[in-house]
């Protein structure tokens, strides 16, 4: 099993840019999420999904949209991206009742 | 919504002492406390988790306590080894569901040989 895995690892966006990051997991996991990590602020919540086609926000999701048509896939797109979306993305995935499994990440430099 | 705090930002131990990680967390409803470590550079990776009806779980050296009453939960590490060294986060649920997790904002725990 590749587990959780991201793509890309970096990328570098110009100011009003949009991209898609990509995150898939083959654990058959109901459960997947998307957080940001920022220095000193932990890991916060952006979107979350409970399944294929059911999707909903969690602490952070302005400029974020999400969309799950498979349990294996969430993608998570930036449509027009800002300066305070530079970040490191962390997608995770679980069963019901179990630990989260986090992907590699994906830094994000928005310039 | 779930708002949990961490204690201390920083800590520096020698090698084989103790080190304590505190977290206070608001919603009532909380029933699932993770603790995960991340190393320089990698993801995080769960090292221990409780829920609300116990009050202690260990793992080798690796223990968390829970106290409900009082909204706070601890991570303690004994026998510190360099190896431990990294950032530790703690988290809590919110609205009794495992996947939405709200995370406190990390202990940077040096361990000096």
């Known amino acids: 099993n590749a587990g959780v895995t991201q793509t890309p690892k970096f990328q570098v966006l110009k100011t009003g840019q949009s991209m898609t990051l990509q995150c898939a997991q083959d654990m058959n996991h109901e459960y997947m999420s998307w957080y940001r990590q920022d220095p000193g602020m932990g890991l916060r919540l952006i979107h979350y999904s409970v399944g294929a086609g059911i999707t909903d926000q969690g602490e952070v999701p302005n400029g974020y949209n999400v969309s799950r048509s498979t349990t294996e896939d969430f993608p998570l797109r930036l449509l027009s991206a800002a300066p305070s979306q530079t970040s490191v993305y962390f997608c995770?995935?679980?069963?019901?009742?179990?630990?989260?499994?986090f992907g590699p990440g994906t830094r994000l430099t928005v310039l | 919504g779930e708002n949990v705090e961490q204690h201390p930002s920083t800590l520096s131990v020698q090698e084989g002492d103790s080190a304590v990680i505190k977290c206070t967390y608001s919603d009532s409803a909380s029933n699932y406390f993770p603790w995960y470590k991340q190393e320089l550079g990698k993801r995080p990776q769960l090292i221990i988790d409780i829920r609300s009806n116990v009050g202690e779980k260990k793992d080798q050296r690796i223990a968390v306590t829970l106290n409900k009453t009082a909204k706070h939960f601890s991570l303690h590490i004994t026998e510190t080894q360099p190896e431990d060294s990294a950032v530790y986060f703690c988290?809590?649920?919110?609205?009794?569901?495992?996947?939405?997790?709200?995370f406190g904002k990390g202990t940077l725990l040096t361990v000096n040989p």
């Open positions: 988290a809590a649920n919110s609205g009794g569901s495992n996947y939405k997790l709200t």
């Open positions: 995770a995935s679980s069963r019901s009742e179990s630990e989260q499994f």
